[in-house]
């Protein structure tokens, strides 16, 4: 008897249990905080699952600033997600755990502002008819930016009612929490609205002269600190996030490699000009290379259609796809230069391959070519497989890589 009872106490707490946790999958809490529990501020202070978070804001000396009736929206990375990020970021003890203390007050206040818009916002579908603040894709701004314009503005994207911030590709668990003001999303991601390192993509010619003015297009142009051609800073006047104007110096000379800096940091390369020129009008004064051959097409080397600088381009019909072209020139030494340079002109968006030292397809660096324009490329060296070149080049190939026919045009061909 003594175990029958004890067999139906068992099974009575293990229903109980099982009725618990399939409850506590649907009740309306998250961390052991009800929602509506009261404000925004205090739905956070009693979640066990945002300790980390409210810690920060009690150590940034924000709680007077948040813990009011004004209508807030948070977007909070949950304890485990914020300690990860500490230990990446390198905020740890001796002993290597997460300490959110040895956090600097100001680096803390952005963090913490960075997950906080104001307004209430509600992570539903759209309903026909109805007007309402709803939590929609597209940009945010939080109070971080409010307080440093030169943030990024928060990225949202609610699809379907699924929650993704900040580009992160990991999805926003459970629902939005309501509090009386407000409501609270907790994430797997830190949001971070620091604009990451300059990143220039073009610039808008590809030689110059002393006094012109360059034209460099790119992104996460702020606080642009210098722009440096070589070691020398230049002029130069920043036109938006994604543009900047330098002026070339007088002392420049027939090349330099670009930089931008910024106060998060400094871009990659761009180069403009080259120290050996293979081709401008023509091959070093011959009208042709000092040899030849292809397939799948044909060139014209004196063409006027179009032209990129000067008065001729290289010409070249892809009657077939995947056809090439090899051009041999004087030998060059390949420690003397960084980067193979040229400009191309396609007639539609293709994809080219370009090498310096064979004609396979492992030698060269298929590069993505915009149609109707010229796009000024520059391959480094260190792509194109130094290993397989030896002392001294002499040759470029190229190779229609897209599998179409077409017409492009080549320009300004050299080695920097």
């Known amino acids: 008897?003594?175990?029958i009872y004890k067999l139906k106490q068992i099974a009575f707490f293990a229903v109980l249990i099982a009725l618990v946790a399939s409850c506590d999958d649907n009740l309306p809490d998250v961390g052991g905080a009800e929602q509506n529990y009261n404000n925004t501020y205090g739905l956070i202070a009693a979640n066990t699952?945002?300790?980390?978070?409210?810690?920060?804001?009690?150590?940034?000396?924000?709680?007077?600033?948040?813990?009011?009736?004004d209508d807030y929206t948070y977007f909070i990375p949950a304890d485990a997600v914020l300690e990860a990020y500490l230990v990446k970021t390198g905020y740890v003890n001796q002993l290597g755990y997460p300490d959110i203390t040895l956090v600097p007050v100001d680096v803390l206040k952005q963090i913490v502002l960075s997950h906080v818009v104001k307004g209430a916002k509600k992570r539903v579908g759209k309903l026909s008819g109805v007007?309402?603040?709803?939590?929609?894709?597209?940009?945010?701004?939080t109070m971080a930016n409010t307080a440093n314009?030169?943030?990024y503005l928060l990225t949202v994207n609610v699809t379907d009612g699924i929650l993704k911030v900040n580009g992160s590709d990991k999805q926003a668990p459970g629902l939005d929490y309501y509090a009386t003001n407000g409501f609270v999303n907790v994430l797997d991601n830190v949001i971070s609205l620091t604009p990451p390192a300059p990143v220039v993509t073009a610039l808008s010619q590809s030689f110059a002269n002393p006094g012109d003015m360059v034209i460099i297009t790119g992104s996460n142009f702020v606080k642009v600190s210098a722009v440096k051609f070589g070691d020398k800073a230049v002029t130069f006047t920043p036109v938006s996030k994604t543009e900047i104007r330098a002026t070339v110096p007088a002392d420049f000379g027939s090349y330099s490699l670009i930089r931008v800096e910024t106060a998060y940091g400094t871009s990659n390369i761009a180069t403009l000009g080259v120290k050996f020129l293979v081709y401008g009008d023509d091959f070093s004064g011959a009208q042709a290379p000092l040899s030849t051959w292809s397939w799948g097409g044909t060139e014209d080397f004196q063409s006027t259609e179009i032209v990129g600088r000067g008065s001729k381009s290289i010409k070249r019909i892809n009657a077939d796809a995947w056809s090439g072209v090899y051009m041999q020139f004087a030998s060059i030494n390949v420690a003397d230069y960084g980067y193979l340079k040229l400009s191309i002109y396609s007639t539609k968006s293709t994809r080219v391959l370009f090498s310096i030292g064979g004609t396979n397809d492992d030698d060269g660096k298929a590069i993505d070519i915009k149609a109707g324009q010229w796009n000024n490329v520059s391959i480094p060296i260190s792509d194109l497989h130094p290993e397989k070149l030896g002392a001294t080049i002499n040759s470029l190939f190229m190779k229609e890589y897209s599998g179409e026919k077409g017409t492009v045009y080549l320009d300004d061909i050299g080695f920097l």
């Open 149 to 151: 314009p030169d943030l």
């Open 1 to 3: 008897m003594k175990i």
């Open 131 to 141: 007007k309402a603040d709803y939590l929609e894709t597209g940009e945010l701004t």
């Open 49 to 69: 699952n945002l300790t980390l978070y409210y810690k920060a804001i009690q150590l940034a000396g924000l709680e007077s600033a948040l813990n009011t009736n």
